[in-house]
């Protein structure tokens, strides 16, 4: 007789500290959690301890609720109280397709690159490669309206003027 009544002592003692129901609206299902009175488990939301009261986490954002008691509970996470582990849903992302432009167009000298100016005359970019840094004296870049009205250049101009020796 003892032991039928503590076995309905520990079972009565270990009910479950959550309730959680779900609800099919508009063939979408919606996990709804309160915790019983009292009740102070220890809560992990997307395997992160969570610190703040439950009822900051959206409802309507809860993929899936755990609750672990008991044993298991003390030894996993050092939680005599319980854990209640919760899963939310997936964020919906939008992929935007980047534009694919050739590398070596968009280079110094490419097709869509900026064009390159050495002491007045209009080079590419195996020139300005054989230019030692220390033989240049001035570099200027003119971009937007400016390169397109003196040099009809839209993506752009390098201006180098190198020292004279």
Known sequence: MKKILFIAAVMLFSTTIVNAQEEK?????????????????????????FDFPM????????????VIKGEKAK??????????????????TTSIPMPKVAKKDTEIGGKNGPMVIVDGKVTDKAMLDTISPNTIDKMEVLKGEKAIQQYNAPNG?????????
């Not at 508009?26 to 939301?45: C, S």
């Not at 101009?157 to 020796?165: A, E």
């Open 55 to 66: 009822e900051l986490i959206d409802q309507n954002k809860i993929a899936s609720v755990n």
């Open 75 to 92: 030894q996993k996470y050092n939680a005599p109280n319980g854990v209640v582990l919760i899963k939310t849903k997936e964020l919906e």
């Open 157 to 165: 101009v390098i201006i180098i003027t190198t020292k004279k020796l």
């Open 25 to 49: 609206k508009d063939g979408k299902e919606k996990i709804y959690i309160k915790l019983k009175d009292g009740a102070k488990p220890t809560i992990y939301v997307n395997d992160k301890l």
